[in-house]
């Protein structure tokens, strides 16, 4: 029964191929012809049988006798199975392959097999990508020709670089000639390593002289050195030999050693008398400075040749008059490389007098009133470097007719965190006379730092300095009653700030005497300094005469206090200011005629800053106060009428980027400036020597202000100098703006705003300055010196910050929207802080000082990407305290970083009224915390410390007082203390 199923599958399946069986079978074989139908089943045919009926795999019909004669039943060209076909060896011979054309190759292909006749060959042509060889009728392939891509040739100061063409073949580029003109090798081209810059220049080191020279290939090298024959350089690039007439000593042209009987080459200087060198900033180059046609440009060049014709023409003294401009010290002398050792360098015998026009001839003819002269020691290019010491004084040096400011000396210690403006080292004792000493910062002795000194200071002012200690002046003694000591007469000091954390009254924002120094101050006004004017201990009595000491505000450590206050009175001096800016009395100070002239011990000076008479009241004024022999004012200014009493008009300026004034000036809406930098800058000119009034306002209308592209690339704020926006353009007093409606955006976007496409800072804020009713957005503080701040830098600056929205600024460090290192206290008051990012504090981060406030103010989607602090990020700040404040949907982005809300260290923390929502940490995902904590009234809900504790708060200090505060869904947990 098995094998008829089986059969039955046989025939059944033989029916389906014996259907066709005179077609080719699916494999392009010869037909099977030994099979037919029969009753609806396949069939073998007479001769034929079934090869294996059992093996359904092998169906097929077979002969019944061995394949006769040549046929060879093992043979078959296709197809699973054997069949007994023909010899192919009858078949018909293959033809060769041949080319057609250059470009095609024709081949042939047998079709069937052996069975049953002779074989057939088909022929097919192919496109040759490379040609066709003629030779042996088929397509050639690629031919390289170099070594392999990217290798290089070079030959008659061609080079070649092997690449790979379209067909994937390796050949030649074309040729590009070398830049230096020849090959180094056979695969590279020969580049000139210069030394100097032209063939015939020469360089003199060490005593011996080398010229530039060309090789073959023109690059340029020193040529072989030949020795000076005088044994000396007399620059870099020269022999120098001796000045006979120098008389043996070192002037920098001739070395000691000198005789008379060597070769006389260096000139002697210029001894013609009045001996006077002259300076103007834009003098054309190679002026020998004799007169002001031929001035030289730099001031220290000027004060070194008046020295050397003090000694080799053996004056007593000469002058350098200096035009009117500002100089900027730093980057002024080009033997330092690091510039911050820059300054104005006195040298004995040598007066440095400013304020000049440019074309006096007569010392008379000067007028300090009107030309300016001011030695900065800020970077010219940005302002953002600083010299420690503006001016370095000596004895026999006077320094006359200056404003000195930009110094930073903030070293972390020894001379260079000592006198921003001035240092006077070493027992050094110039005359200072006619200066303004204004924003210069030092540890100790922001304006000055007096070592053993005996300097004299007339007609000075110092205004708006600040130090740790010392803001104006430091007086460093000898430990020793009979030592010298500094005079000051006839000086204001007003404005300045001490900024130290010391608790024993040894501050002082005005005077500090220490190690029995006993400053004589006379005619002098000490006034609103900073935490008080005199600061006296160790021994130290200063000597105060027919002076005002606002409040007697002074301190001591016990061992200190006041040798005497004769003619001396605490009253409010009544000064006021000019549209100058000079800060004068008014006339009802009590300062007018309330000076002691000139007796016995004191000098005073016959004039006052401005170069006017003094002992000579106005009209037919009459003497008054109490000063005697003669009477003169108190303060670096005489009282010179014209002033009504009436209060100064209110400054005010106007920007309006919209404004098509012809000639603003802004001093109305319809002539406002369109530069809001223009409108700062020229309120500061009234206002930087203002005491009363002491602010001066910029209305800024409403619309976009792109800094990017202003010419300083960002907003720099000035002492004294309120910003307010929101202003329509057309109100008449500032209640009547409306900062939500008139929108004044301050954006610091190019048209591209990638983080590479921003400027740094949008603002740079300033002391005494204000920030109120704006939109500050797209900083990006990324420039590689200072990443902090792209918003806002505060850099030991105290503004305030009122009503400003800061909206997606950056960072690379610190301080997304704001960072501070304000000494003091920063006040931010109804602001909004948004989608702002930096690697520590989001929004803002602020280190050292007495303490940040916070009032009324949101956070909201801010993030530090790499650090600490999602939203606010404060470190070694005495005290942070927040009041009705949102700090929500903040993080910190970054495994291991701690405080999406709030980050501190080393500060204490209070808390009013704050709610934290939605903030992500590591650990702390709303507070981390390593000081105290003092939390009232606020709520922490929904925050997360993904992998650690302390959802709401983490805290590492002791447990924070929490008083009615909330807690809800904050994961893993509330409160944690480790």
Known sequence: MMIQRLLGFVCLFLSVSCGGANDGDDEGCAPVTHCHMEDGAAACDVGFHWQDPSDPTNFRCEPDLACPGAKDCSHRDCGPDPVCGLDCGTCDVQPEGMCRDANTAVTYSPVGSCLEGSCSYASDEHLCEYGCDMASGVCMGCEDNCPGANSTQCTSAQLQTCVVDSHGCLDWSTSAPCESGFC?????????????????????????????????????????????????????????????????????????????????????PNCDLPCIRFVDQVAAPGGDGLTWATAVDAIQPAIDEAQRAVEECLLTSCQVWVKEGTYYVYGSDPSHEEHKADSIVLKPGVELLGGFAGDETTFSERDLSQHRTTLDGSDQADGENHVYHVVLGDDDTVLDGFTIQGGRATAASGMDSEGGGMHNAYGRAPLVRNCIFTSNIAGTGGAVYNSSAGAIFRNTVFMY????????????????????????????????????????????????????CHTKITNTILWKNLPNEISSFDDSYPYVRHSVVFGMNMGGDGTGGLMTTQGSFLDNPRLKINPNGSVTLRHDSPCIDAGIGNGTGFVVPSEDILGQARYDDPGTEPNSGTGSPDHVDIGAYEFRGGDTGADPTPCIRYVDIDSSASSPDGLSWTTAFTDLQQGIDNAFDVVQ???????????????????????????????DVQLYGGFAGDETERAQRNWGAHETILDGCYSVCSADWRVNNVVIGSNYAALDGFTVTHGGANDGYDNNGGGMLNSFVCPEIRNTKFKENLADDQGGAIYSTCPYELKIDRCEFTNNMAMDGGAVAAQVGDRVTITDSSFTGNEGNEGNGGAIDVYNVDELVLTDVVVSNNRVNHNFDYGGGLYAQYSSITLLRVAFDDNTAHQGGGIFTSGSL????????????L??????????????SLTHCTFNSNYPDDVYQP
Not at 238 to 261: E, I, L, R
Not at 935 to 941: L, M, P, R, V, W
Request: aromatic share 6%.
């Open 947 to 960: 992998d650690g504790h302390g959802g709401g708060i983490y805290s590492t200090y002791s447990s924070p």
């Open 689 to 719: 020597w203002a005491i009363e009034p002491q602010v001066c306002e910029i209305w800024v209308a409403e619309g976009t202000y792109a800094i990017y592209f202003t010419t300083t690339q960002t907003v720099k704020m000035r002492a």
């Open 465 to 516: 300095n600040m130090a740790e200690q010392a803001a104006a002046m430091y007086n460093n003694g000898t430990d020793s009653d009979t030592g010298i000591s500094p005079e000051i007469t006839n000086c204001t000091i007003v404005h300045n700030q001490a900024t130290g954390t010391s608790t024993n009254d040894t501050l002082a924002g005005g005077i500090v005497n220490n190690h029995a």
């Open 184 to 268: 180094e090798n056979e695969s590279s081209c020969g580049e000139c390593d210069n030394e100097c810059s032209a063939v015939e220049d020469t360089l003199c080191d060490s005593a011996n002289l080398s010229t530039c020279v060309s090789d073959a290939h023109g690059c340029l090298s020193w040529g072989p050195e030949e020795s000076c024959p005088g044994g000396f350089c007399a620059n870099g690039a020269s022999c120098g030999t001796c000045d006979d007439q120098s008389f043996g000593t070192d002037d920098g042209c001739c070395p000691s050693n000198c005789t008379s009987a060597t070769d006389i080459d260096c000139p002697m």
């Open 934 to 945: 003092d939390a009232t009234d606020s709520s922490f809900t929904n925050n997360t410390a």
